[in-house]
């Protein structure tokens, strides 16, 4: 699907396209499906070398003819032996066509090493800008939920500290959700992820990252309960995409911050 495109309509870059033939040109790219300007000035790639042409959004890797993805990412995972090791084997690996319509990786922010790590779902259009998660509207909410109870992605020391990382790293096209597929063939990482970070606490946020991380579907019933990700506890929580939807959910959402704090805390789950 065409998802992003290159301005038609300014002026320099067609000098002799009248107003109204940019705006029908425009408009017929929309109706394919371009949500997203990219560049100034168009850009033919049909008459660009092979390999330059695509390397604006899919940098280097081509992927070869494979029998199984799934297994290459569990073997590519599981031979990182640290963060940085992960995040350039999620970088090198070429099998997941996401990464062709993401502009960045988004790989984590916060503090390695903190006690709670949370798992999102997917980069959106900020994220993908910026190459960090959580950063538009959901992740400033998602900010001030953890502030409440004493927690910063940003704090100098690791108990008052999380850790934040994506299901996804490659924002999917129109914030579509993933794939079985897709999260099938990311999960070997994702966890990897969460073996590494070694948290004390994981946090999946919302379905994707439940149905990833716990296998189960409904958040609604899932969340505030407490779980297992890769041996350690896990307390789903509701998306802050989904809060800002529904502000009503906000109740239950402090219910299940003030859970996690309890935990932190040394109390029984
Ligand atoms: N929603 C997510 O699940 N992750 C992000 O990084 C941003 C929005």
């Known amino acids: 699907m065409v998802t992003r495109f290159t301005s038609i309509v300014r002026r320099f870059s067609l000098p002799r396209m009248d107003t109204h033939a940019a705006l029908a040109a425009l408009q017929w790219q929309i109706e394919l499906g371009a ?6 000035k168009p850009l033919n790639r049909f008459n660009a070398p092979k390999a330059a042409a695509h390397a604006a959004v899919a940098p280097a890797t081509t992927a070869p003819a494979l029998a199984d993805p799934v297994a290459e990412a569990r073997h590519a995972a599981d031979s990182a032996p640290d963060l940085e090791s992960l995040r350039a084997a999620m970088a090198a ?19 390695p090493g903190a006690r709670v790590m949370i798992v999102g779902e997917a980069p959106g259009r900020d994220e993908d800008r910026q190459g960090l ?3 538009g509207r959901a992740g400033q909410l998602l900010d001030q939920m953890f502030t409440a109870i004493g927690l910063k992605r940003h704090a ?7 850790y934040i990382t994506n299901v996804l790293p490659w924002r999917p096209p129109e914030n579509r959700d993933p ?12 966890q990897r992820h969460v073996a590494l970070a070694a948290p004390d606490i ?13 296998g189960q579907k409904g958040i609604t019933r899932l969340r505030g309960t407490w ?6 506890p896990a307390l789903p929580m509701f998306h802050p995409a989904y809060l800002l939807r529904n502000p ?22």
């Open 227 to 232: 779980r297992e990700v890769l041996g350690r």
């Open 156 to 162: 100098e020391e690791a108990p008052t500290a999380f």
């Open 133 to 135: 998660p959580f950063v």
């Open 93 to 111: 690996f070429p099998h997941c066509e996401l990464r062709k319509g993401a502009r960045t990786l988004v790989f984590a922010d916060g503090m």
């Open 179 to 190: 794939t079985p597929e897709e999260i099938a063939m990311l999960l070997p990482f994702v």
């Open 202 to 214: 994981v946090v999946p946020m919302g379905n994707i990252s439940c149905q990833a991380l716990l």
């Open 248 to 269: 009503a959910a906000k109740r239950t959402a402090w219910h299940d911050l003030l859970e996690l704090r309890s935990k932190l805390d040394g109390g029984t789950a």
């Open 35 to 40: 949500t997203e300007v990219i560049a100034d």
